[in-house]
């Protein structure tokens, strides 16, 4: 088992990674702060005195601004592969009242943030509905169905991905070694390392310098949190779990 496409597009705009925006007319790009609400859709924290905050001005006679959100993996750990960059299209529309609080709420649930207090004040949010969402990796630029995004979840490991790669290496590298070369059958010689790690397996590294190779280790069903991971990693980091 791994992520669907459209899953890795639902995890990359979730809100954790630095995002850009190109907009209609417009030079740019421009940086800004984002999440997704439960529905996927994007939202954009954009203080009210911005150069980006005058580029979402819809053009008279208009509602909405044509709006790209470009968002760029940043690989957990040294050698460790990117998911790659989605990039989602819509038509973005700055949010008042209630529509403002209840997406302020949305927000916050992903990227909590004080300067959600000044929504209406020094900031506004815009949102804009999936209407195009495309995922570039390898040099290959691949459409995902709207609705399929729409009903993807986004992987709850991948906020702490980095802290868990960084744990299993700093606190645990020889117990982890010695647990993927017994599930792989690897020599001794070969120093295998956990990469990367998602809610449905992990992705391993193995070989000697200049030939590396890697592959999947799946999990026996996805994990729903950290603390589940926890358990399914305990055989990994205990020797005496592990036998």
């Keep these: 088992m791994r992520p669907s496409p459209a899953e890795i597009v639902r995890t990359l705009v979730a809100g954790q990674l630095p995002a850009l925006v190109h907009l209609a007319r417009h030079a740019g790009p421009h940086q800004v702060r984002h999440a997704t609400d439960p529905d996927g859709r994007v939202l954009l924290l954009v203080p009210v005195v ?19 959100l470009d968002v760029l993996d940043l690989p957990p750990a040294a050698g460790a592969p990117s998911l790659g960059r989605a990039w989602i299209s819509g038509w973005a529309q700055r949010l008042d009242g209630e529509e403002a609080r209840r997406a302020a709420i949305d927000f916050a649930t992903t990227q909590p943030t004080t300067d959600l207090l000044d929504v209406g004040v020094r900031f506004h949010l815009h949102r804009f509905e999936v209407a195009e969402a495309r995922w570039e990796r390898g040099g290959e630029v691949r459409r995902i169905d709207p609705e399929a995004y729409a009903e993807a979840e986004p992987d709850p490991l991948h906020p702490v991905e980095a802290e868990l790669l960084a744990d299993l290496t700093d606190h645990h590298t020889e117990q982890v070694a010695g647990y993927l ?25 193995y070989g000697k310098p200049g030939a590396t190779r890697r592959t999947r280790l799946a999990f026996d069903r996805p994990v729903a949190d950290v603390a589940e991971l926890s358990r399914l990693l305990h055989p990994m980091i205990c020797p005496r779990a592990a036998a």
């Excluded at 911005?50 to 790209?68: E, F, I």
């Excluded at 070369?181 to 590294?205: F, H, K, M, N, W």
Aim: charged share 25%.
């Design 50 to 68: 911005s150069d980006l905050a005058m580029a979402l001005v819809p053009p008279a006679g208009d509602t909405d601004v044509a709006t790209v």
């Design 181 to 205: 070369r017994r599930r792989l059958t690897l020599t001794g010689g070969e120093s295998p390392r956990v990469v990367r790690i998602d809610r449905y397996g992990l992705l391993v590294a």
